[in-house]
Structure formats: C-alpha cells, structure tokens
C-alpha cells in the first residue's frame, strides 16, 4: 500500500514536538509515502503571505520537505485532472464543497492508487463512495 500525505501532516513533521503516534507511523510507513506538487505549492504560498519574521523558517521547512521526498514528489498529471474533474461531479451531485486543493489531492491519491494520509478526513471521508481510501496517521 502506498500513501500520499497530505499537507497537513507534512507541516506537523516540522513541528518541534512530533506526536509519537505519527513518529511511529511514519517509520513504520517511510518508503511508502509520496507528496503531491500541490502540497508544495500549498507550503510555498503558506511562506509567501507569512509574516516576515517567519518566512526563513518556512523555506527551510519546504526545502527539507523537497530534499526528503526528492525521490517521493508525484506531479499534477492529466489523468489527475480527469480524476478531479470526476470528483468536482460527484461533489456537486452531492452537493457538497471540498477545497480546490484538497480535491486535486484525492484526485492524486485515485489516479495513483495511494491511500490519502491525512488528520483531515471529514473532506476525504465523502470521497469514499469514489473510492478513495483514507488513514489518519495520527489515530
């Protein structure tokens, strides 16, 4: 099985205080685990409209994301974007919202076969009916 970790879980491995269940969960996980651009993107514009004093670090924290994952970092593809446009219908027969992210991130996850690794599953959770399967690393 493999994963693709969803932003919020990359921005918790750079806390200073990582929660033992995700420290587990990721040792035991590591070689299975890929990122999105979109996470990229999303951690680029976070440092972008950051307060000065805090855009230093946050660089530092995607560089060391970007240096880990080198090998990890999955792009947005065309079959990607036809997953997504496959989502965008069924939430709006739902009629349901999910952010524009966080749909491309389950369009990745359903064009690759991964598992979304996520805290956030009450966007990811309506997504089932699609097939997306969900793990929260940190239960």
């Not at 036809?82 to 999910?98: G, H, N, P, Q, Y």
């Given at each position: ?35 999105s ?39 947005v ?23 524009c ?29 699609l097939g ?8």
């Open positions: 099985m493999t994963y693709l970790v969803d932003t919020d879980i990359v921005s918790l491995t750079h806390k200073r205080y990582l929660p033992p269940k995700l420290a587990q969960w990721l040792s035991l996980n590591e070689t299975n685990c890929f990122i651009t979109v996470t990229l993107a999303e951690m680029r514009f976070g440092a972008a409209i950051a307060p000065e004093g805090h855009r230093e670090a946050l660089l530092a924290d995607i560089e060391k994301t970007e240096s880990d994952f080198s090998e990890a970092i999955e792009p593809t065309l079959i990607v974007l036809v997953e997504w446009k496959r989502i965008s219908a069924f939430l709006k027969k739902e009629r349901r919202t999910i952010s992210e966080d749909s491309l991130l389950a369009a990745q996850c359903l064009a690759g076969d991964h598992t979304m690794a996520t805290n956030n599953l009450a966007h990811f959770k309506l997504l089932e009916p997306l399967k969900v793990v929260n690393p940190l239960a």
